[in-house]
């Protein structure tokens, strides 16, 4: 794949930084990053790059699939029948040595869980998947409770990103192909969550560019990581916007506990993780990444 990219875009830079300022399109090559200039590339070949990067990419098949066609390749081509949806990416690895059954995983998902309408692979290991979701319901639940049988049954494990809720017109690939930049970016930095959305990624992504050049957020990470449960602590209580008593829950200890780790906290880094400025800045810091 290197190769490939190189033969492609020979002024491509490959290091183990993963931002090299606001100039480039940026994204994660095994263990290393790719970067390219932005002026260089279109925004037609950055969601074929963000394709190549994935891991055994077939381009052939997914133009196979209607919805394919028109979110890769020709935006003009609008699916009728749906005022608005929502994409639902999915990144598959395999626990086991047999190869997966894609149509049999895909009309599992179609079979159970009726607001998925239509789905095609672009990799043996990145799936999408369309939804229909008029009412703008929360569908994370039943989505994360059908992954987890999906998983066992079919020996693979997954972390997925549930899109916005958009309009079907023109506009959606471009708005699909930095959904799929928002989702390496995810995967890329190790989140926990197996499901994530727009609202759960956007302050760490939107930010980060300025996050990387802050001194003052690299120190507060640093504080931070070194605080056995730092990390956890400060996840658990954004997650729960503040709440003690949830965090508590989610951390498996005692309230009491919690208020000693958060004093402890606040003599070690200066965060009063009980007031939600605080609280913010912490988690800013604890997703900055730092420029190496």
């Given at each position: 794949m290197e190769d490939l990219l190189k033969e492609l875009f020979p002024d491509g830079v490959i290091n183990h930084s993963s931002w090299m300022g606001n100039d480039y399109f940026s994204v994660p090559l095994e263990d290393r990053y790719m970067h390219f200039a932005a002026h260089t590339i279109s925004d037609r070949e950055k969601r074929l790059i963000i394709q190549l990067v994935q891991p055994d990419?077939?381009?052939?098949?997914?133009?196979?699939?209607?919805?394919?066609?028109y979110l890769l390749e020709d935006a003009t081509a609008i699916p009728s029948g749906y005022a608005r949806i929502q994409v639902l990416q999915?990144?598959?690895?395999?626990?086991?040595?047999?190869?997966?059954?894609?149509?049999?995983?895909?009309?599992?998902?179609?079979?159970?869980?009726?607001?998925?309408?239509?789905?095609?692979?672009?990799?043996?290991?990145?799936?999408?998947?369309?939804?229909?979701?008029?009412?703008?319901?929360?569908?994370?639940?039943?989505?994360?409770?059908?992954?987890?049988?999906?998983?066992?049954?079919?020996?693979?494990?997954?972390?997925?990103?549930?899109?916005?809720?958009?309009e079907v017109d023109s506009r959606l690939p471009t708005l699909f192909a930095e959904e799929q930049n928002i989702f390496m970016d995810t995967r890329s930095r190790s989140q926990r969550d197996q499901i994530v959305t727009l609202s759960t990624t956007a302050l760490p992504h939107f930010t980060y560019e300025a996050a990387a050049k802050s001194p003052i957020l690299a120190t507060l990470k640093e504080g931070i990581q070194n605080i056995d449960g730092g990390a956890e602590l400060v996840a658990a209580l954004w997650q729960n916007q503040g709440n003690i008593s949830k965090a508590a829950a989610d951390l498996y200890v005692h309230r009491n506990t919690l208020q000693y780790r958060i004093d402890r906290f606040m003599d070690t880094v200066g965060l009063n993780l009980k007031k939600m400025d605080d609280l913010l800045l912490g988690y800013l810091a604890l997703h900055a990444r730092v420029r190496e």
């Open positions: 990419t077939v381009l052939h098949t997914s133009l196979k699939n209607i919805w394919a066609h999915v990144s598959l690895k395999h626990t086991e040595l047999e190869p997966l059954d894609q149509k049999l995983w895909l009309d599992a998902f179609k079979n159970t869980l009726a607001f998925v309408i239509d789905g095609f692979f672009i990799s043996n290991q990145y799936a999408v998947l369309i939804v229909h979701n008029p009412d703008f319901f929360d569908l994370t639940a039943e989505i994360e409770g059908l992954l987890n049988v999906l998983d066992d049954d079919f020996g693979i494990r997954t972390s997925v990103y549930l899109g916005q809720n958009w």
